[in-house]
Nanobody
Framework: QVQLVESGGGSVQAGGSLRLSCAAS????????MGWFRQAPGKEREGVAA???????SYADFVKGRFTISRDNAKNTLYLQMNSLKPEDTAMYYC??????????????????WGQGTQVTVSS
């Protein structure tokens, strides 16, 4: 089984930065597509960013230019550097893994492994 543990969340003011980390178990991590998702109270979970097994990245339009997803395969760790945070970024942030192929899936439901989440709160 794959275990994912997020960390790095917290409360910041608008314009601030946070770096989220996701520690993954298993020695096949490098072959997974990894993604960051977020969910605000009362809203659906949405994709934030993803990085596939060969390092290709994708971002939701609402974070382009502000967030950067990266991975350190030697440490089995996924990162999300969040800069220029806005109040609307407030949400629970989750990392997830897709182990069923070499590329990232298009559907959130295809990610089979999820962490417990880390809360990000951005105040104005």
């Amino acid at each position: 089984q794959v275990q994912l543990v997020e960390s790095g969340g917290g409360s910041v003011q608008a314009g601030g930065s946070l770096r989220l980390s996701c520690a993954a178990s298993g020695n096949t991590y490098s072959s997974y597509c990894m993604g960051w998702f977020r969910q605000a109270p009362g809203k659906e979970r949405e994709g934030v960013a993803a990085i596939d097994s060969v390092g290709s990245t994708s971002y939701a339009d609402f974070v382009k230019g502000r967030f950067t997803i990266s991975r350190d395969n030697a440490k089995n760790t996924l990162y999300l550097q969040m800069n220029s945070l806005k109040p609307e970024d407030t949400a629970m942030y989750y990392c997830a893994a897709f182990s069923g192929g070499y590329y990232c899936p298009h559907r959130i439901a295809d990610f089979g492994y999820w962490g417990q989440g880390t809360q990000v709160t951005v105040s104005s």
